[in-house]
């Protein structure tokens, strides 16, 4: 009699798996509120638009507010890079968030926000 084939993961695998798997689960939990913070950075800068803004200043103002209020900390609204082009307003968010993630090692992740206000 022959004896029967066994097939499946040995218990090895399985816990090489689920130390991979694990590793993705704490890097997705160190960038989630990188990404979170970004977007209430585009949602302030998108905002300038409606906003009827024209001038440098208030928009400074408008995006130091948005900012305190989102508890935005990777950039402040004086780095907020304001520029006249042509018949327009530029304003660009550009910014790195480091995260660290195991040990020495660490993400970074840079972001970089354009917004472009007609001038009235």
Do not use: C, W
């Amino acid at each position: 009699m022959k004896a029967g084939h066994q097939s499946g993961m040995t218990l090895l695998s399985i816990l090489f798996l689920i130390g991979v798997f694990g590793l993705f689960v704490v890097a997705g939990v160190k960038l989630a509120p990188a990404y979170l913070e970004y977007m209430n950075v585009a949602k302030a800068l998108d905002g300038l638009k409606s906003a009827g803004e024209t001038s440098p200043a208030a928009i400074t103002r408008s995006i130091e507010k948005s900012f305190d209020i989102n508890d935005v900390r990777s950039i402040n609204a004086k780095a907020v890079e304001i520029e006249r082009q042509d018949d327009q307003l530029v304003v660009r968010a550009a910014y790195d968030y480091e995260a660290p993630f195991i040990a020495n090692v660490s993400f970074l992740v840079h972001f970089d926000k354009k917004v472009e206000i007609p001038a009235q």
